[in-house]
C-alpha cells in the first residue's frame, strides 16, 4: 500500500517548518486561517515557531 502524500502531518508537530508549503497548508487548516497570518504570527514569536506559541498567538 502506498502513502497518501494529500494527508501529510508535520513530522514534529510542535514546529511549523516555514519553509515547506504543504506544511504551511497544513496548519492554515488546522488553526483555521490563512497562510499569511501563520507567517505573521511565526514573526511575533520568532525565535523557536513553536506551534504551541503560534495557537496562543492565533
Same mark, same amino acid.
Given at each position: 500500500?502506498?502513502?497518501?502524500?494529500?494527508?501529510?502531518?508535520?513530522?514534529?508537530?510542535?514546529?511549523?517548518?516555514?519553509?515547506?508549503?504543504?506544511?504551511?497548508? &497544513?496548519?492554515?487548516?488546522?488553526?483555521?486561517?490563512?497562510?499569511?497570518?501563520?507567517?505573521?504570527?511565526?514573526?511575533?514569536?520568532?525565535?523557536?515557531?513553536?506551534?504551541?506559541?503560534?495557537?496562543? &498567538?492565533?
Amino acid at each position: 500500500m502506498s502513502d497518501d502524500l494529500s494527508k501529510r502531518k508535520p513530522q514534529d508537530a510542535s514546529k511549523i517548518n516555514m519553509h515547506e508549503n504543504w506544511e504551511l497548508e &497544513y496548519w492554515s487548516k488546522e488553526l483555521g486561517v490563512s497562510k499569511e497570518k501563520i507567517r505573521e504570527a511565526v514573526k511575533v514569536v520568532v525565535a523557536s515557531a513553536a506551534a504551541a506559541a503560534v495557537k496562543r &498567538y492565533l
